[in-house]
């Protein structure tokens, strides 16, 4: 509440000054000047208002918000040249000031270099997309081949004015990749990339014609395509292709811009400080709602890309199971129809092409973290509302043993029914409620698992780790004035006492941070998975700006968008932050994803971690475990174990491929990629059922039939076979056998 009396008192400040400094007397225009200025202004003196940390808008933070000005403006360095960039760095040391004078330029200028950048490379790509020819062409200095079915290597096989053939690497990493001098180079990198466009279209073709070949159902035979038809097949859809992506792009406006370079100034606070324009308050609520129309997937637009966030449980891409947290959207197919390129879309443009109707199929061509490519379709559906909610089974150990498992999604809650009147659902009940059930099974232990879970309500995360301890503290909270209070479970209840084991990987968050953070704290349970989860221990608020302009006269403005501002952040009872580091498990499993680069430490600007003084609580003494017999037994067991050994072998390798960025753009060489791709999937998927795809009995791989099945029985499914699941049982197996008396 002080946060927003603050910002009533500060806003009226700045709108007078506002007011004296420009004046009202502009009419307002399509583009709206003035407006922006406005919104400039606002920010400006807003944020090192609201914000937790004690940044101002200076020297400092102006460099910070052009270096992700430039990231979002041109990210994969394809378009600007490096004088450009200087050009626009001249605007840089400028930028607080100008925002407090209501001078804003360096958009307009950005704008202008970029459309100009566009309309030269949109040429470049159309004259070398414009030659269909396909030819073999013996090699300079060999002797002639006349087939192209030669592995000799000595033939030049030209697809248009492409040399398929020919050896050559690329840089994926644009952050490793520098801007290039000139136009000539500007032309060369553009090659490479549609020379790997067009040789990744091909593969798609052959593909799918083999996959046609061999499809028992012969009422609808294909037509077998000669090579040729399916080089010139494969240039004609890259063609057509980039000439949405072109079409896309210069449909940007000046004010697209604009927004984009306010929501760097936010991002230069911190990561999840954001400006959101009106055109993206669609798909903000729909975030904020966690609707289920669709895939189910929450998406961001991140430097270029448009990336996934998290996979809503219970989803269509949660039940088909192969699109995951950071992956990277390319492309999305309709049925009947080509590709489109998402690229340096906007990303209310790619979430509307990737909705649609329940029943529908939707093709996502995926860039996975350690840069293998996979095309995965996905039937959109209306989410059922059960799959959402905390649910929970038993898995039956080895030994006879009954353990009890319960997954929590989020952490929900109805706040709309509890303000109508009505007991709205939430997390916590349905929580109890699933251990209610599990103790009349008298199971041994529970497992609760809060991998992918990324928070939610507050009060929940509070609620639901006071079933499991008797009373005390949860997690502090600390506010931008240094107040702070702590959040405690009064309910001296003990809802269940016995083993406990907590799964946790990197994409738990916030209030799954505090729950693991608690109960590690409490010695209540032992904390296992991933090497650390998230790291996000900050809240944020939403700031309508329509709503803080207490001058009447300056309400004239279109809508002004809606400021989200982190204001408060979260420690644990022992004083430390989950912030950046987050949650440490007590034991760390193999994970196939261990590379990749997610979590707040990741993140450009993120606050650090730091503590504050301890508050006392009385840790779980009843029944004390040995972590490090625990941590030992789990070593010993994981060592010996043929899936989790796989894991750890292709993790490595994994890690080695992502960090070798300089990818080969020959056409044998990226075949052997995608062979490579496949065996690995198969692999992994033979001992993690999430991974696997669906055999005929003559082995052929088809789409996997989970599509179709009762997805809560495709969860049991999963469940009864996650490694991890299993490793939690042993340890709770361990927790009961080796518990000091």
């Known amino acids: 509440m002080k946060n927003i009396q603050k910002l009533g008192i500060a806003v009226l400040a700045l709108v007078i000054l506002f007011t004296a400094s420009f004046g009202m007397a502009e009419e307002t225009v399509k583009f709206d000047t003035k407006r922006n200025r406005f919104i400039g202004y606002l920010l400006s003196k807003q944020l090192p208002t609201l914000h937790f940390s004690d940044k101002i808008v200076n020297d400092d933070l102006a460099m910070a918000a052009f270096h992700l000005y430039i990231k979002q403006l041109d990210y994969q360095k394809r378009f600007l040249l490096k004088k450009d960039v200087e050009q626009l760095k001249a605007f840089a040391p400028y930028i607080d000031d100008n925002l407090a004078n209501g001078r804003i330029s360096l958009p307009d200028t950005g704008y202008d270099i970029l459309t100009e950048k566009i309309s030269l490379v949109q040429t470049m790509v159309e004259t070398m997309l414009s030659n269909d020819k396909i030819r073999v062409v013996a090699r300079k200095g060999s002797s002639a081949v006349k087939n192209n079915t030669s592995s000799s290597g000595e033939e030049v096989l030209m697809v248009g004015n492409f040399d398929v053939r020919q050896k050559e690497t690329y840089e994926t990493d644009p952050e490793k990749a520098a801007f290039v001098e000139n136009l000539t180079e500007l032309k060369d990198r553009w090659r490479k990339v549609l020379k790997a466009q067009i040789i990744a279209q091909y593969l798609d073709l052959v593909e799918e014609q083999q996959k046609g070949k061999e499809q028992k159902d ?96 219970g989803s269509a891409s949660a039940i088909q199971g192969r699109l995951k947290a950071e992956d990277i959207i390319l492309q999305v197919t309709q049925e009947g129809e080509e590709p489109v390129d998402v690229t340096d879309m906007r990303l209310r443009d790619a979430v509307r092409l990737i909705r649609g109707p329940k029943g529908k199929a939707v093709t996502l061509t995926v860039k996975k973290p350690d840069g293998a490519t996979e095309v995965i379709k996905i039937v959109r559906d209306v989410v059922q509302i059960e799959e959402t909610f905390v649910k929970s089974t ?288 198969e692999k992994v998927g033979a001992h993690y059922r999430k991974y696997r795809e669906e055999q005929d009995e003559e082995g052929e791989f088809e789409e996997s039939e989970d599509d179709k099945a009762d997805p809560h029985e495709v969860w049991l499914k999963n469940v009864q076979q996650d490694p991890y699941i299993r490793e939690a049982v042993n340890i709770v197996g361990d927790i009961i056998r080796f518990s000091k008396s």
């Not at 984009?260 to 993206?280: L, M, Q």
Request: with cysteine; glycine share 8%; hydrophobic share 35%.
């Open 218 to 313: 012969k009422e609808k035979p294909i037509q077998i395509k000669s090579e040729e038809e399916l080089w010139k097949e494969a240039l004609s859809k890259v063609s057509k292709r980039n000439k949405t992506f072109f079409q896309r792009l210069n449909q940007e406006t000046l004010q697209d811009h604009y927004d984009r370079f306010f929501n760097c100034i936010t991002r230069a606070f911190d990561p999840h400080t954001n400006y959101i324009p009106p055109a993206g308050k669609e798909q903000f609520d729909i975030n904020m709602r966690g609707s289920l129309e669709g895939i189910g997937a929450l998406l961001r637009e991140d430097d270029g890309f448009i990336k996934v966030i998290r996979i809503i449980p």
């Open 394 to 681: 038993i898995i039956n150990a080895g030994d006879g043993r009954k353990t009890g498992y319960i997954y929590i999604p989020s952490f929900y809650r109805d706040f709309e029914g509890t303000r109508n009147g009505s007991k709205g659902r939430n997390s916590t009940d349905d929580t109890l409620q699933e251990i209610e059930s599990l103790k009349k099974q008298k199971v041994d232990g529970i497992v609760l698992d809060l991998r992918d879970d990324g928070g939610g309500a507050l009060v929940d995360a509070v609620d639901i780790t006071g079933l499991f301890i008797k009373t005390g503290p949860v997690v502090q909270v600390k506010n931008s004035f240094g107040d702070k209070r702590v959040l405690s479970d009064t309910d001296d209840k003990m809802y269940y006492d016995g083993p406990l084991v907590v799964l946790v990987n990197k994409f738990s968050a916030s209030a799954s941070e505090i729950v693991a953070a608690a109960l590690q704290d409490y010695k209540r349970a032992v904390v296992i998975g991933g090497k650390h989860t998230h790291g996000k221990g900050t809240v944020q608020t939403i700031i309508d700006l329509n709503e803080n302009i207490p001058l009447l006269h300056l309400k004239k403005y279109d809508d002004l968008g809606a400021l989200k501002v982190m204001i408060q952040k979260f420690y644990r009872v022992t004083g430390g932050s989950n912030q950046w580091k987050g949650v440490e498990s007590d034991i760390v499993l193999p994970n196939l994803f261990e590379h990749i680069k997610s979590g707040e430490r990741y993140l450009d600007y993120s606050l650090p971690w730091d503590s504050i003084e301890a508050i006392p609580f009385t840790p779980w003494t009843d029944k004390p475990f040995d972590l490090d017999l625990l941590r030992n037994k789990s070593l010993d067991r994981v060592a010996n174990d043929e899936g989790f050994k796989i894991i750890a072998e292709e993790a490595v390798k994994a890690a080695e491929r992502a960090e070798n960025t300089v990818v080969s753009i020959d056409l044998e060489d990226m075949r052997s990629k995608r062979e490579e791709a496949r065996l690995v999937r």
